[in-house]
């Protein structure tokens, strides 16, 4: 029996993470789900996006999956609660797999790229502030620490040879950025030689996206920091269909926290429109985690028969679907009912 914190979300979260739970617990894993509220629904109810409750029931768990939460743009609203969650519990790995879908048309078919981004620093540090009382200039600080980069990077080539995986590239800016992105490399060609059955790789940033999206074959596990791995990690999602598809998991030494990587989509939030793959998939990242291995491959054979066939799916990955959110989840289970 597994106790998980439940944050279902803002938007389409409570919808996508409703089928989420009912695929799960079909798979016939028992947990006991503790459900609490963070977000914009949070905030309209007790005047913060991250109540009191929210934080100790994760204290206690130490292991939360988690809907969509919605971020307000620039200057007004609250910062990331997936930011200060990931801060607060020290959640220094963001694992991102991007893997092509034979019943997803995509530019490419064989794409299989793990994103490892540094969560815990760099430009999310918050360090930021106005230089003048106009607020017409603003200044970001960007951290970065020996000890950040070396778990990191350590936790990315460990990932490479747990799941046998061929090579590791360190995506870097280190030929302008000096001293900030010159320690990361550094510590990675310090590390790379302790791995002698993966091979490493480094690129530059720019240079990485371009051959990203003109040859992904040639990637197979990325690491870099905070900000860079934010962005490729969305690059790698419309390379295989979209963020829709893509599920995330940020991983500490105590705790870690599972969830759709998407946004909370107001605007088709109640419509029965929305695609639970992302998060159904962060739900299989979080059983291996678990040790429920069985259960978890189960899950993905579901899910991959389900879109792959692409009958009963959102209109996302099929136009002329009639099916909804709900329809798709129940479509899951039936699958997993059969294995």
């Not at 200057?75 to 930011?83: A, E, H, L, P």
């Not at 360090?127 to 603003?138: C, F, N, Q, R, V």
Request: net charge negative; aromatic share 6%.
């Amino acid at each position: 029996m597994h106790t998980v914190t439940l944050i279902k979300g803002d938007g389409i979260g409570p919808a996508i993470m409703n089928e989420a739970v009912k695929v799960i617990e079909a798979s016939g894993v028992k947990i006991i789900w503790d459900e609490v509220e963070a977000g914009m629904a949070a905030f309209e109810k007790f005047g913060t996006p991250l109540p009191d409750e929210t934080l100790a029931s994760f204290d206690k768990t130490r292991l939360a999956f988690k809907g969509p939460l919605t971020t307000g743009v620039g200057g007004s609203g609250f910062r990331s609660i997936n930011v200060a969650l990931r801060q607060k519990y020290d959640l220094y790995a963001n694992v991102r797999p991007a893997k092509s879908w034979a019943g997803v048309k995509t530019r490419y078919d064989d794409v299989d790229i793990v994103i490892v981004r540094e969560n815990t620093e760099g430009l999310y540090a918050g360090l930021e502030h106005y230089l003048t009382p106009k607020k017409d200039i603003a200044e970001s600080l960007a951290v970065v620490t020996r000890s950040a980069s070396e778990r990191i990077i350590d936790y990315a080539f460990q990932y490479a040879r747990e799941h046998k995986r061929a090579k590791v590239t360190v995506c870097h800016k280190a030929n302008i950025l000096k001293y900030t992105q010159g320690l990361f490399l550094d510590v990675a060609r310090e590390i790379a030689p302790r791995y002698p059955d993966v091979h490493y790789d480094e690129k530059i940033i720019d240079a990485a996206c371009m051959h990203m999206v003109m040859n992904p074959q040639q990637f197979d596990v990325v690491v870099c920091t905070n900000m860079f791995g934010d962005i490729l990690s969305d690059l790698t999602a419309g390379l295989v269909g979209g963020l829709g598809l893509i599920p995330g998991a940020n991983i500490g030494a105590d705790a870690a926290l599972f969830e759709a990587v998407h946004g909370s989509a107001p605007d088709i939030a109640g419509k029965n429109l929305a695609n639970p793959t992302a998060v159904i998939m962060a739900g299989v990242m979080m059983l291996h985690h678990l040790g429920e291995h069985g259960a978890a491959d189960k899950i993905q054979t579901a899910v991959e028969k389900v879109v792959n066939e692409g009958i009963y799916v959102t209109p996302d990955l099929n136009p002329q679907s009639k099916a909804g959110t709900i329809e798709m989840g129940d479509a899951i289970v039936r699958e997993l009912q059969k294995l």
